[in-house]
């Protein structure tokens, strides 16, 4: 039998346990399937997917292909060819679908498109490779039938025929479908349907003759009234040889099925006929020819002769004629038109074991299985009716031999089992199923195929009628006691087969425990009645009956091979330990009477005639004590203690103690036992425990106890029964049941007690206990003592009342209603009924009592027998009034948690406990443990917003406010650092300054965590107290670090991880908080002392200069010079000096000390303060003293003065000449700070031409998966989810795959990843930020091919984090603000995956003009590759702050074409710099990896045309400036020169670049655009030299450092340093300029383009927000509008804009990445609802964009509003959406190594995982989970 190659549609329902199932993930709509012969693949069609099954429908791989209309495996089964849409047809390598041949057309040259949506029948030709193909096509004129044989071979795909058939739109019929298609000898055969109603089968002729297809014959089959086509078989050995069986369903009617047969035979005798009556000259034709155009229906020719069917010799065109072609009916086998059943759609021929079965398949989806009882068709019978799915089975394919039939609905691939024998289990039902195929194999227990039974051929061995089962099975006796040995049982059963010769039954009675019960061989040949020895010892058993199944077993198949279930018991009688449990057992129990034990017989007993059983007794013949009831209807006994009284039992079947067998009464209460003396009164009358003279003392309280009766004899001691268990007795003693008379009648009465109040002792006693001149009461009140009041408490409260008062005494009533009305201070207080206790208390609450005074009286009127008597108790309660002085602190932020003390009066009135405080409407938690009268502290709770209001203090119904406001203000928040790059000294004990908003409202801490890098874990951490300087400014003191716990100093610089902790705060309780920050600590400054004396001459107005290194890392404020105890004023400080101004007040010698900040002190040395001669008084004596001199030496005088003179006159020239130069440097500097004004103002008004063309050519964008693994793992581009699954030694690759498939399984349960988010996240110790963002990225790639299910999973969790959030009262506008849960990094990883093509398809070419524009404005400007700055930055940081006024070198460079480039470039830039200018002109836009890197080639100057200079950036030529050595640049070659000498020199030639290979097998010319490799520029990377430098060489660039020479001397000239702060306006030539890109790429991202869709992700995050802040009561805006921020433009654009690297194969400089930072910056700025504190002392890079930042605010808002305006989405399209981008993106990684890596996660927390599995509810999830996990080991 062959299968006919039909259209097929595929789905999966659930049908059956042994039926097996797929659907495609993605929920594909399936269309064709074709199946190998042996039945182990398959593969399926979809929409756009070829899918590749194994036998029992596991997935093993698939390939993408469009619009697939028709599949079919060539012969041989080495190829799969796929027909498509537009008429294509593409063959694929069956073991590698990957593997594509190339494609052919369907039809002839000229083909057209597929008519519709017919599908295209293929099917395989006998021959290897062979594929044959059937299809209606169609043009704008008319239609077409397509027929072809194509062959596959050696891995490509030709035609070998196809033949073109054309029909008419007009006449006959309008439409042909192709149905199915078959091979038969030399014929192929087509069946088709037209119009719906018509079936015919074409046939061609398969030869190798030039004719081949060309002679087209068919016939119309009819089976019935019109018919459509449902199925096709073709049986090779029917009865008359090849017979086609057709199932057909009615066009109109839709219940209808039939099913008719035609005979090949028949099919070609009728095609003859038409041919031979067509040659014969009776146009009869049956013939079609493609080669003359259609007139009407089709076109058909006749032949002059008879001839070969497949080489006739067409006839003229005079004999055209349009004709059908001849008509053959059959009967219908089957017809199951009618109600019953629902249309045909598919049917299948399965041949098995000599049976000829045929499957039908319905409408909805029921499988219909009939049996032909004979080769000739006929009566075929249905024996099976299958409900498999709910939707139409399409079509049903058996590949012969195959256990399973596999049926195909439109989305589901179903493999039903051919017959399902193995679920039935006994006989009965396995005869009754009535399967041709099934029957009972009655020695081996089971429904099976004959084939499968053993010795088969014996009909009662192998049973397909019910009457042969065997029947009547049963054992006598059927039950047995447990401790019997030895026992014959007699066993019965009809048609019981007989043992084989070498075959033994034997009897097994079930399994019990561990032991398997076998029996003896039976013996005999009489297999009707049979005997069972039993003969072994059982084993003891727990429970009074053992029901075990009783067998018969064969030793051939050790099988029991009949049984009844439970039909044999063994009982235990021992296993009851009470007589009325053993008397009332269901087996032959008794009872011994005196020993007390159940046995099975009386001969156990010591005693036997005292042994009742079920059969002369029942368990009323137990004995039994019995209950008491009392007068309150209560089963118990009473006893009261301390009075000489026994206790009654009534009992029933007492046996008379003899011998040694006697009675105990036990009485137990507390723990306690007491045994009393029993007396027995007879079987019925009961027992009298009598309590001893000392019994009595042992119970000193009223209890609550239980009586028991204890039987002891020889080796007996039991415990009687009860009627009720426990036996319940109350033990009370009077005296303590209350400590008053009314107490005392009350109890009294109430338990039903005998006590009563006896006046004499002033106690409660019994009846017996009151002598008998004393008065006794035991009802009435009325001789008790005067009611008492003892205590009232709270004895104080408010005077609006409210007040819960319990008061206490002594007899205050005998019941409720004794209590006439209870005034305080003559206000009532309403009494708590329930609260009442007789004679004791109550309590009550008080009423308003306004105008009482403070301290008033309790009185109580009581009830006493009709009299009235009241108890007093006199000043007994205060009212007081609450006052609220004053409370500290006055305002808090809105997250709470801050302790506020008040202070006031009568605070602690009341119940104190009850009171309740409220600030600004916000509940205030009280500290009861500190409440006094004057004062009150609570904790404040966290409040939405901010808020004003007063501090309210409740008790009862007293409320209190305060006289002034209190206020909740914003959380405090840090915006950045006052000094962006910070640096700290080690010494440390320097002030780190934060700038932002409300800082002053909170005591704010400073964290420093100092982290070893090796295990990422925390080894010190330093806590430092913060000072707020204002509301938004805060100095945190920087402590001095431990330098041996830092292990990464090699750099000398040290980067902290640090953060700001508020404890009330939950904003700053984040180490991470200010990660956008660094402090990088260095060595500490070193202030260098006085070489001697410092001599300073008082009133010069000179400054005191000391000398030191490293002093730029400091800033003015944090030094201090001292001199003694007085300040030097500070001028200046720079790395090297500092200056200062000393007091006024300065006399004599003083030392001079330096500290910066709290712990670096220096003693600089010593200091000696001069008075100057004009300020020095002389005293009277002096004068006259040289006048004496002068008169004696005057003509000595004269000469000296005549020397001095001269010598004044000569230094008064050199200060002059001093003075001039001092003038000149200061117009100097003045000139040059004109000329950097005058060069920044031209800037701003004339360069506004940028001179880059950044949209050249395509746009270097990388690929998805380059672009999704930055995301995804941006700190490893090699991750393992790139390469296959690496499997460890020993581990079998196949176990470990399907381990890893059952836990994928097991994640696509959303219960179990919610779960195991939770467990993860709940060891925030050890599952630190790095591992949540590891998870979060594996489960994006488990998922990635399910986008729909990955997006569900995030919304759960997003979804929970938001509530988890709010919960825990954090602030809401800090959600999503940060990476800090496995849901925030996964919505990053959804948004990289879903925004992809909008940002290659739209918004991504505005980020690359802008990268190119900035570095285009950055190289007209000189950049210093060492430190990175650039003259044109638009970064703050980068810029260069010197005047350079480079010349431009005009080269050309020769490209690896030969062609000349003109490059621009500067005199200034380094070699490194000049070759990447060159690389950027050549390759242009070209990927960074698609061409040499700068390691690769050399740059040569070449002056001929033979050899070259080589040009490095270190050679034996670099500049030695000290102990600085300068990085080569171009003017270092003297280019200029070389230019000069070659315009005034003809026979000169200008200088030339070209680039060269490093590489000896490459030419300098032949440098190919697609080496690999990667240019790096940033200020560390210098270009590769072969000379060493030494490491500690220090090198530069275009500036020396600071430290090394205060006066910089740029390349322009020696000019004087200038303020730095004049080179800023650079910053606002280069913004003016760059500007336009920046608005650009800010509206291609923050707005709704033009005729473009709106990213449909973006639109379902931001609802999702919106019903989530709806769904929490969120109705503050700037909430909303801060999720959204931080969910999108924060979390991903700005990402992507400081990184164009994710997106582009492009490299990106660090001065680059500074101007994109500041990009970044302002558009941070304009997504924030606040308004950034702009002043004078911001970063320049802030104050850049103040204009634009407002409109871009604008903008971000009406961006929102947009979105929120379009129509929500709903599940459904996002779906479809989600499998576009799927289908689209293609490329994706390897999921496995994700599970992997997640099933280690989840191995590591495992015990938490399934604890909490379990603690969910989720217990069959955590069972999954253990199995797994032992599957792993």
Same mark, same amino acid.
Not at 200 to 210: A, K
Not at 372 to 377: G, H, K, L, P, Y
Not at 998 to 1020: G, H
Not at 1656 to 1663: P, R, T
């Given at each position: 039998?062959?299968?006919?190659?039909?259209?097929?549609?595929?789905?999966?329902?659930?049908?059956?346990?042994?039926?097996?199932?797929?659907?495609?993930?993605?929920?594909?709509?399936?269309?064709?399937?074709?199946?190998?012969?042996?039945?182990?693949?398959?593969?399926?069609?979809?929409?756009?997917?070829?899918?590749?099954?194994?036998?029992?429908?596991?997935?093993?791989?698939?390939?993408?292909?469009?619009?697939?209309?028709?599949?079919?495996?060539?012969?041989?089964?080495?190829?799969?060819?796929?027909?498509?849409?537009?008429?294509?047809?593409?063959?694929?390598?069956?073991?590698?679908?990957?593997?594509?041949?190339?494609?052919?057309?369907?039809?002839?040259?000229?083909?057209?498109?597929?008519?519709?949506?017919?599908?295209?029948?293929?099917?395989?030709?006998?021959?290897?490779?062979?594929?044959?193909?059937?299809?209606?096509?169609?043009?704008?004129?008319?239609?077409?039938?397509?027929?072809?044989?194509?062959?596959?071979?050696?891995?490509?795909?030709?035609?070998?025929?196809?033949?073109?058939?054309?029909?008419?739109?007009?006449?006959?019929?309008?439409?042909?479908?192709?149905?199915?298609?078959?091979?038969?000898?030399?014929?192929?055969?087509?069946?088709?349907? @037209?119009?719906?109603?018509?079936?015919?089968?074409?046939?061609?002729?398969?030869?190798?003759?030039?004719?081949?297809?060309?002679?087209?014959?068919?016939?119309?089959?009819?089976?019935?009234?019109?018919?459509?086509?449902?199925?096709?078989?073709?049986?090779?050995?029917?009865?008359?040889?090849?017979?086609?069986?057709?199932?057909?369903?009615?066009?109109?009617?839709?219940?209808?099925?039939?099913?008719?047969?035609?005979?090949?035979?028949? #099919?070609?005798?009728?095609?003859?006929?038409?041919?031979?009556?067509?040659?014969?000259?009776?146009?009869?034709?049956?013939?079609?020819?493609?080669?003359?155009?259609?007139?009407?229906?089709?076109?058909?020719?006749?032949?002059?002769?008879?001839?070969?069917?497949?080489?006739?010799?067409?006839?003229?065109?005079?004999?055209?004629? !349009?004709?059908?072609?001849?008509?053959?009916?059959?009967?219908?086998?089957?017809?199951?038109?009618?109600?019953?059943?629902?249309?045909?759609?598919?049917?299948? +021929?399965?041949?098995?074991?000599?049976?000829?079965?045929?499957?039908?398949?319905?409408?909805?989806?029921?499988?219909?299985?009939?049996?032909?009882?004979?080769?000739?068709?006929?009566?075929?019978?249905?024996?099976?009716?299958?409900?498999?799915?709910?939707?139409?089975?399409?079509?049903?394919?058996?590949?012969?031999?195959?256990?399973?039939?596999?049926?195909?609905?439109?989305?589901?691939?179903?493999?039903?089992?051919?017959?399902?024998?193995?679920?039935?289990?006994?006989?009965?039902?396995?005869?009754?199923?009535?399967?041709?195929?099934?029957?009972?194999?009655?020695?081996?227990?089971?429904?099976?195929?004959?084939?499968?039974?053993?010795?088969?051929?014996?009909?009662?061995?192998?049973?397909?009628?019910?009457?042969?089962?065997?029947?009547?099975?049963?054992?006598?006796?059927?039950?047995?006691?447990?401790?019997?040995?030895?026992?014959?049982?007699?066993?019965?059963?009809?048609?019981?087969?007989?043992?084989?010769?070498?075959?033994?039954?034997?009897?097994?009675?079930?399994?019990?425990?561990?032991?398997?019960?076998?029996?003896?061989?039976?013996?005999?040949?009489?297999?009707?009645?049979?005997?069972?020895?039993?003969?072994?010892?059982?084993?003891?058993?727990?429970?009074?009956?053992?029901?075990?199944?009783?067998?018969?077993?064969?030793?051939?198949?050790?099988?029991?091979?009949?049984?009844?279930?439970?039909?044999?018991?063994?009982?235990?009688?021992?296993?009851?330990?009470?007589?009325?449990?053993?008397?009332?057992?269901?087996?032959?129990?008794?009872?011994?009477?005196?020993?007390?034990?159940?046995?099975?017989?009386?001969?156990?007993?010591?005693?036997?005639?005292?042994?009742?059983?079920?059969?002369?007794?029942?368990?009323?013949?137990?004995?039994?004590?019995?209950?008491?009831?009392?007068?309150?209807?209560?089963?118990?006994?009473?006893?009261?203690?301390?009075?000489?009284?026994?206790?009654?039992?009534?009992?029933?079947?007492?046996?008379?103690?003899?011998?040694?067998?006697?009675?105990?009464?036990?009485?137990?209460?507390?723990?306690?036992?007491?045994?009393?003396?029993?007396?027995?009164?007879?079987?019925?009358?009961?027992?009298?425990?009598?309590?001893?003279?000392?019994?009595?003392?042992?119970?000193?309280?009223?209890?609550?106890?239980?009586?028991?009766?204890?039987?002891?004899?020889?080796?007996?001691?039991?415990?009687?029964?009860?009627?009720?268990?426990?036996?319940?007795? +109350?033990?009370?003693?009077?005296?303590?049941?209350?400590?008053?008379?009314?107490?005392?009648?009350?109890?009294?009465?109430?338990?039903?007690? @005998?006590?009563?109040?006896?006046?004499?002792?002033?106690?409660?006693?019994?009846?017996?206990?009151?002598?008998?001149?004393?008065?006794?009461?035991?009802?009435?009140?009325?001789?008790?003592?005067?009611?008492?009041?003892?205590?009232?408490?709270?004895?104080?409260?408010?005077?609006?009342?409210?007040?819960?008062?319990?008061?206490?005494?002594?007899?205050?009533?005998?019941?409720?209603?004794?209590?006439?009305?209870?005034?305080?201070?003559?206000?009532?207080?309403?009494?708590?009924?329930?609260?009442?206790?007789?004679?004791?208390?109550?309590?009550?609450?008080?009423?308003?009592?306004?105008?009482?005074?403070?301290?008033?009286?309790?009185?109580?009127?009581?009830?006493?027998?009709?009299?009235?008597?009241?108890?007093?108790?006199?000043?007994?309660?205060?009212?007081?009034?609450?006052?609220?002085?004053?409370?500290?602190?006055?305002?808090?932020?809105?997250?709470?948690?801050?302790?506020?003390?008040?202070?006031?009066?009568?605070?602690?009135?009341?119940?104190?406990?009850?009171?309740?405080?409220?600030?600004?409407?916000?509940?205030?938690?009280?500290?009861?443990?500190?409440?006094?009268?004057?004062?009150?502290?609570?904790?404040?709770?966290?409040?939405?917003?901010?808020?004003?209001?007063?501090?309210?203090?409740?008790?009862?119904?007293?409320?209190?406010?305060?006289?002034?406001?209190?206020?909740?203000?914003?959380?405090?928040?840090?915006?950045?650092?006052?000094?962006?790059?910070?640096?700290?000294?080690?010494?440390?004990?320097?002030?780190?300054?934060?700038?932002?908003?409300?800082?002053?409202?909170?005591?704010?801490?400073?964290?420093?965590?100092?982290?070893?890098?090796?295990?990422?874990?925390?080894?010190?951490? *330093?806590?430092?107290?913060?000072?707020?300087?204002?509301?938004?400014?805060?100095?945190?003191?920087?402590?001095?670090?431990?330098?041996?716990?830092?292990?990464?100093?090699?750099?000398?610089?040290?980067?902290?991880?640090?953060?700001?902790?508020?404890?009330?705060?939950?904003?700053?309780?984040?180490?991470?908080?200010?990660?956008?920050?660094?402090?990088?600590?260095?060595?500490?400054?070193?202030?260098?002392?006085?070489?001697?004396?410092?001599?300073?001459?008082?009133?010069?107005?000179?400054?005191?200069?000391?000398?030191?290194?490293?002093?730029?890392?400091?800033?003015?404020?944090?030094?201090?010079?001292?001199?003694?105890?007085?300040?030097?004023?500070?001028?200046?400080?720079?790395?090297?000096?500092?200056?200062?101004?000393?007091?006024?007040?300065?006399?004599?010698?003083?030392?001079?000390?330096?500290?910066?900040?709290?712990?670096?002190?220096?003693?600089?040395?010593?200091?000696?303060?001069?008075?100057?001669?004009?300020?020095?008084?002389?005293?009277?004596?002096?004068?006259?003293?040289?006048?004496?001199?002068?008169?004696?030496?005057?003509?000595?005088?004269?000469?000296?003065?005549?020397?001095?003179?001269?010598?004044?006159?000569?230094?008064?020239?050199?200060?002059?000449?001093?003075?001039?130069?001092?003038?000149?440097?200061?117009?100097?500097?003045?000139?040059?700070?004109?000329?950097?004004?005058?060069?920044?103002?031209?800037?701003?008004?004339?360069?506004?031409?940028?001179?880059?063309?950044?949209?050249?050519?395509?746009?270097?964008?990388?690929?998805?998966?380059?672009?999704?693994?930055?995301?995804?793992?941006?700190?490893?581009?090699?991750?393992?989810?790139?390469?296959?699954?690496?499997?460890?030694?020993?581990?079998?690759?196949?176990?470990?795959?399907?381990?890893?498939?059952?836990?994928?399984?097991?994640?696509?349960?959303?219960?179990?990843?919610?779960?195991?988010?939770?467990?993860?996240?709940?060891?925030?110790?050890?599952?630190?930020?790095?591992?949540?963002?590891?998870?979060?990225?594996?489960?994006?790639? !488990?998922?990635?091919?399910?986008?729909?299910?990955?997006?569900?999973?995030?919304?759960?969790?997003?979804? @929970?984090? #938001?509530?988890?959030?709010?919960?825990?009262?954090?602030?809401?506008?800090?959600?999503?603000?940060?990476?800090?849960?496995?849901?925030?990094?996964?919505?990053?990883?959804?948004?990289?995956?879903?925004?992809?093509?909008?940002?290659?398809?739209?918004?991504?070419?505005?980020?690359?003009?802008?990268?190119?524009?900035?570095?285009?404005?950055?190289?007209?400007?000189?950049?210093?590759?060492?430190?990175?700055?650039?003259? *044109?930055?638009?970064?703050?940081?980068?810029?260069?702050?010197?005047?350079?006024?480079?010349?431009?070198?005009?080269?050309?460079?020769?490209?690896?074409?030969?062609?000349?480039?003109?490059?621009?470039?500067?005199?200034?830039?380094?070699?490194?710099?000049?070759?990447?200018?060159?690389?950027?002109?050549?390759?242009?836009?070209?990927?960074?990896?698609?061409?040499?890197? #700068?390691?690769?080639?050399?740059?040569?100057?070449?002056?001929?045309?033979?050899?070259?200079?080589?040009?490095?950036?270190?050679?034996?030529?670099?500049?030695?400036?000290?102990?600085?050595?300068?990085?080569?640049?171009?003017?270092?070659?003297?280019?200029?020169?070389?230019?000069?000498?070659?315009?005034?020199?003809?026979?000169?030639?200008?200088?030339?670049?070209?680039?060269?290979?490093?590489?000896?097998?490459?030419?300098?010319?032949?440098?190919?655009?697609?080496?690999?490799?990667?240019?790096?520029?940033?200020?560390?990377?210098?270009?590769?030299?072969?000379?060493?430098?030494?490491?500690?060489?220090?090198?530069?660039?275009?500036?020396?450092?600071?430290?090394?020479?205060?006066?910089?001397?740029?390349?322009?000239?020696?000019?004087?340093?200038?303020?730095?702060?004049?080179?800023?306006?650079?910053?606002?030539?280069?913004?003016?300029?760059?500007?336009?890109?920046?608005?650009?790429?800010?509206?291609?991202?923050?707005?709704?383009?033009?005729?473009?869709?709106?990213?449909?992700? +973006?639109?379902?995050?931001?609802?999702?927000?919106?019903?989530?802040?709806?769904?929490?009561?969120?109705?503050?805006?700037?909430?909303?509008?801060?999720?959204?921020?931080?969910?999108?433009?924060?979390?991903?654009?700005?990402?992507?804009?400081?990184?164009?690297?994710?997106?582009?194969?492009?490299?990106?400089?660090?001065?680059?990445?500074?101007?994109?930072?500041?990009?970044?910056?302002?558009?941070?700025?304009?997504?924030?609802?606040?308004?950034?504190?702009?002043?004078?002392?911001?970063? !320049?890079?802030?104050?850049?964009?103040?204009?634009?930042?407002?409109?871009?605010?604008?903008?971000?808002?009406?961006? *929102?509003?947009?979105?929120?305006?379009?129509?929500?989405?709903?599940?459904?399209?996002?779906?479809?959406?989600?499998?576009?981008?799927?289908?689209?993106?293609?490329? *994706?990684?390897?999921?496995?190594?994700?599970?992997?890596?997640?099933?280690?996660?989840?191995?590591?927390?495992?015990?938490?995982?399934?604890?909490?599995?379990?603690?969910?509810?989720?217990?069959?999830?955590?069972?999954?989970?253990?199995?797994?996990?032992?599957?792993?080991?």
């Amino acid at each position: 039998m062959r299968f006919v190659a039909a259209v097929i549609c595929l789905a999966i329902t659930c049908c059956s346990a042994t039926n097996l199932l797929y659907s495609p993930s993605n929920n594909d709509e399936l269309s064709v399937v074709t199946i190998t012969d042996a039945g182990d693949e398959l593969f399926v069609a979809g929409r756009n997917t070829i899918y590749k099954l194994s036998g029992n429908l596991v997935q093993l791989v698939s390939v993408n292909v469009s619009n697939i209309r028709g599949l079919s495996l060539s012969n041989g089964e080495q190829y799969i060819m796929a027909c498509l849409t537009n008429g294509s047809c593409v063959g694929y390598d069956v073991t590698d679908l990957n593997r594509i041949m190339s494609s052919v057309p369907l039809n002839e040259p000229g083909a057209e498109v597929l008519s519709g949506d017919d599908p295209v029948v293929m099917f395989p030709g006998e021959a290897g490779g062979i594929v044959f193909t059937g299809a209606a096509t169609q043009t704008t004129e008319m239609y077409r039938m397509s027929l072809g044989q194509y062959s596959i071979t050696g891995g490509s795909i030709m035609a070998n025929t196809t033949r073109d058939y054309r029909l008419a739109q007009s006449g006959g019929f309008n439409a042909r479908v192709f149905k199915a298609g078959f091979g038969i000898n030399n014929f192929i055969y087509y069946i088709v349907e @037209d119009d719906g109603s018509e079936i015919r089968i074409l046939r061609v002729c398969n030869e190798s003759s030039n004719l081949n297809f060309q002679a087209l014959y068919e016939v119309e089959l009819v089976c019935g009234p019109a018919a459509s086509f449902a199925g096709a078989s073709v049986l090779e050995n029917g009865p008359n040889s090849e017979t086609l069986i057709l199932t057909v369903r009615s066009p109109t009617n839709v219940r209808s099925g039939r099913v008719c047969t035609y005979n090949i035979s028949d #099919i070609n005798d009728a095609i003859d006929a038409g041919v031979a009556a067509c040659a014969g000259g009776e146009n009869r034709a049956a013939v079609w020819d493609n080669s003359f155009p259609a007139l009407n229906f089709y076109q058909l020719i006749c032949g002059d002769a008879m001839s070969d069917v497949c080489n006739l010799i067409l006839g003229s065109l005079a004999d055209l004629e !349009a004709i059908r072609g001849e008509v053959l009916s059959s009967s219908s086998l089957i017809d199951e038109t009618g109600d019953q059943f629902s249309q045909f759609t598919s049917s299948v +021929i399965v041949e098995v074991e000599g049976e000829l079965l045929i499957f039908i398949g319905t409408e909805d989806g029921v499988l219909l299985k009939y049996n032909f009882m004979n080769q000739n068709f006929s009566n075929p019978e249905r024996y099976n009716t299958t409900t498999i799915t709910d939707t139409s089975i399409t079509s049903l394919q058996w590949p012969m031999g195959i256990d399973y039939v596999y049926g195909l609905t439109n989305r589901q691939v179903i493999a039903i089992l051919v017959e399902d024998c193995q679920s039935f289990r006994d006989c009965t039902s396995c005869t009754g199923l009535g399967d041709p195929l099934c029957g009972w194999c009655s020695i081996e227990n089971k429904c099976s195929r004959r084939s499968q039974c053993s010795n088969n051929t014996d009909t009662r061995r192998w049973i397909q009628e019910q009457n042969m089962c065997v029947m009547n099975f049963a054992i006598s006796p059927n039950t047995l006691p447990v401790e019997l040995t030895g026992q014959q049982f007699n066993i019965t059963a009809d048609q019981l087969p007989p043992p084989l010769d070498n075959e033994n039954y034997y009897c097994v009675f079930g399994d019990l425990g561990s032991s398997l019960l076998e029996g003896d061989r039976i013996p005999g040949a009489n297999f009707t009645n049979l005997i069972c020895n039993y003969s072994f010892v059982l084993q003891q058993f727990s429970d009074d009956t053992a029901l075990v199944n009783f067998s018969l077993r064969s030793n051939l198949t050790n099988i029991n091979f009949i049984t009844i279930y439970d039909g044999f018991s063994f009982f235990n009688c021992s296993t009851h330990t009470s007589c009325r449990s053993c008397l009332s057992s269901n087996n032959l129990c008794g009872w011994c009477l005196y020993d007390k034990m159940c046995t099975s017989s009386s001969d156990q007993c010591r005693l036997s005639t005292d042994w009742i059983n079920t059969a002369n007794s029942s368990n009323t013949s137990c004995p039994l004590i019995l209950s008491r009831t009392n007068t309150n209807g209560v089963r118990e006994y009473q006893h009261p203690v301390g009075v000489s009284r026994n206790l009654s039992l009534n009992a029933i079947n007492l046996p008379a103690p003899i011998d040694n067998y006697t009675y105990q009464c036990i009485i137990s209460y507390n723990g306690t036992q007491a045994t009393l003396q029993t007396e027995y009164t007879g079987p019925n009358n009961g027992l009298e425990c009598i309590p001893g003279e000392n019994d009595s003392s042992l119970i000193e309280y009223v209890n609550d106890g239980s009586v028991s009766v204890l039987w002891t004899g020889p080796n007996v001691m039991y415990y009687l029964e009860t009627e009720i268990d426990p036996l319940t007795v +109350i033990l009370y003693n009077c005296s303590a049941l209350a400590g008053g008379c009314s107490s005392c009648l009350s109890s009294s009465n109430l338990l039903s007690l @005998d006590c009563g109040w006896c006046n004499n002792s002033g106690s409660c006693v019994v009846t017996e206990s009151c002598s008998m001149d004393s008065t006794f009461t035991s009802n009435s009140s009325s001789t008790c003592p005067l009611p008492q009041i003892t205590m009232v408490n709270p004895n104080s409260g408010p005077y609006e009342g409210g007040t819960d008062v319990t008061i206490t005494g002594t007899d205050l009533g005998v019941v409720f209603e004794d209590i006439i009305n209870i005034t305080i201070g003559g206000a009532s207080c309403t009494i708590y009924s329930d609260s009442y206790q007789p004679g004791v208390g109550f309590m009550c609450n008080t009423t308003s009592n306004v105008s009482a005074v403070s301290s008033v009286d309790v009185r109580i009127p009581i009830n006493r027998d009709g009299s009235l008597q009241t108890a007093v108790l006199s000043n007994g309660f205060r009212y007081a009034e609450v006052i609220i002085s004053d409370f500290a602190p006055k305002r808090i932020p809105q997250s709470g948690n801050i302790t506020i003390s008040i202070t006031g009066d009568n605070l602690n009135i009341s119940n104190f406990l009850l009171a309740r405080i409220t600030l600004a409407e916000t509940t205030c938690k009280v500290n009861f443990t500190t409440l006094t009268s004057t004062s009150a502290q609570c904790v404040a709770g966290s409040r939405e917003r901010r808020g004003t209001g007063p501090v309210v203090f409740f008790i009862d119904r007293s409320t209190t406010e305060s006289k002034d406001d209190f206020t909740y203000t914003d959380d405090p928040q840090v915006f950045s650092l006052a000094i962006v790059e910070r640096q700290i000294i080690r010494s440390g004990g320097i002030q780190v300054v934060f700038q932002g908003e409300d800082l002053n409202v909170v005591p704010i801490m400073m964290i420093i965590d100092i982290v070893r890098s090796t295990t990422n874990a925390t080894v010190m951490r *330093y806590e430092q107290e913060c000072t707020a300087n204002s509301e938004t400014s805060l100095s945190c003191l920087f402590p001095m670090i431990n330098p041996d716990l830092l292990d990464n100093l090699e750099n000398k610089t040290y980067t902290f991880t640090y953060g700001l902790v508020a404890a009330s705060v939950l904003g700053l309780s984040d180490l991470q908080l200010m990660s956008q920050f660094e402090l990088q600590m260095v060595e500490d400054p070193v202030i260098l002392t006085f070489n001697n004396t410092l001599s300073y001459t008082i009133g010069s107005n000179t400054a005191i200069q000391i000398f030191g290194m490293n002093l730029a890392v400091v800033v003015q404020s944090e030094v201090t010079v001292n001199i003694n105890v007085e300040m030097c004023i500070i001028n200046t400080i720079n790395g090297t000096l500092i200056t200062c101004t000393p007091p006024q007040n300065a006399r004599g010698s003083s030392n001079v000390t330096v500290s910066i900040g709290r712990n670096l002190n220096y003693t600089v040395g010593r200091i000696q303060f001069e008075e100057s001669e004009g300020d020095s008084p002389i005293p009277i004596y002096i004068p006259i003293a040289v006048g004496v001199i002068v008169l004696i030496i005057i003509v000595v005088f004269l000469i000296i003065l005549c020397v001095v003179v001269r010598r004044y006159r000569k230094k008064e020239k050199e200060s002059e000449k001093l003075f001039a130069d001092l003038q000149l440097q200061l117009e100097e500097m003045e000139s040059g700070l004109a000329d950097e004004c005058k060069t920044a103002f031209t800037e701003l008004q004339t360069d506004l031409e940028l001179v880059c063309n950044p949209s050249e050519g395509n746009l270097p964008f990388l690929d998805f998966r380059s672009f999704a693994m930055r995301f995804l793992f941006p700190r490893d581009p090699n991750h393992a989810i790139l390469r296959p699954l690496e499997i460890p030694k020993g581990a079998n690759r196949e176990n470990v795959m399907r381990n890893l498939e059952s836990f994928r399984k097991l994640l696509m349960n959303k219960k179990f990843v919610h779960t195991m988010v939770k467990t993860l996240e709940g060891n925030p110790q050890k599952f630190g930020i790095p591992d949540r963002c590891n998870v979060a990225s594996y489960l994006m790639v !488990a998922f990635q091919t399910d986008l729909d299910y990955a997006t569900e999973i995030l919304i759960l969790l997003l979804g @929970d984090l #938001i509530q988890r959030s709010l919960s825990n009262r954090q602030n809401p506008k800090l959600l999503l603000r940060r990476t800090e849960s496995i849901a925030e990094k996964m919505l990053a990883n959804w948004l990289c995956f879903l925004l992809y093509p909008y940002i290659s398809d739209y918004c991504g070419e505005s980020l690359y003009v802008l990268v190119k524009a900035i570095k285009a404005r950055l190289e007209k400007g000189p950049i210093d590759v060492v430190t990175g700055e650039a003259k *044109y930055s638009l970064s703050d940081e980068r810029l260069l702050r010197h005047s350079i006024d480079p010349k431009p070198v005009d080269g050309f460079a020769l490209s690896p074409t030969g062609e000349e480039i003109p490059i621009k470039m500067w005199e200034c830039d380094t070699v490194t710099q000049a070759k990447e200018k060159i690389l950027d002109a050549i390759y242009k836009n070209n990927p960074v990896s698609s061409r040499p890197s #700068i390691t690769e080639i050399d740059l040569e100057l070449a002056t001929s045309t033979e050899h070259g200079v080589p040009l490095r950036d270190f050679d034996a030529s670099n500049e030695h400036d000290g102990e600085f050595r300068k990085i080569n640049t171009l003017g270092h070659f003297h280019l200029h020169a070389m230019s000069a000498e070659a315009t005034s020199n003809p026979k000169k030639p200008p200088p030339k670049f070209r680039l060269v290979t490093r590489r000896e097998d490459r030419s300098p010319i032949n440098i190919r655009a697609d080496m690999v490799g990667t240019i790096i520029l940033n200020p560390s990377a210098l270009s590769t030299t072969t000379l060493s430098i030494a490491e500690d060489d220090k090198i530069y660039h275009l500036v020396r450092p600071e430290d090394y020479n205060a006066e910089q001397t740029g390349a322009g000239g020696g000019r004087q340093k200038l303020i730095r702060e004049v080179f800023l306006p650079r910053l606002l030539a280069t913004k003016r300029i760059l500007q336009p890109f920046v608005d650009d790429l800010f509206k291609a991202v923050f707005t709704i383009p033009r005729g473009r869709a709106m990213p449909k992700a +973006i639109k379902y995050l931001f609802d999702f927000l919106d019903w989530q802040a709806a769904h929490n009561g969120i109705n503050d805006p700037e909430v909303l509008h801060t999720w959204k921020t931080n969910s999108l433009p924060l979390r991903f654009w700005v990402n992507v804009i400081k990184n164009p690297e994710f997106v582009f194969d492009i490299n990106k400089s660090a001065t680059v990445d500074s101007c994109l930072s500041t990009v970044a910056s302002a558009y941070i700025d304009a997504c924030s609802t606040k308004e950034y504190p702009y002043s004078k002392d911001a970063p !320049a890079s802030k104050l850049l964009y103040i204009s634009e930042v407002k409109t871009y605010k604008q903008m971000i808002q009406q961006y *929102y509003q947009s979105i929120q305006s379009l129509p929500k989405i709903g599940d459904h399209e996002m779906a479809t959406y989600l499998r576009e981008v799927y289908q689209n993106q293609q490329t *994706y990684f390897v999921s496995e190594c994700a599970l992997n890596e997640l099933f280690k996660y989840c191995k590591q927390y495992s015990e938490q995982l399934i604890e909490n599995l379990e603690g969910d509810g989720l217990r069959s999830l955590a069972t999954n989970f253990e199995k797994l996990l032992e599957e792993f080991q």
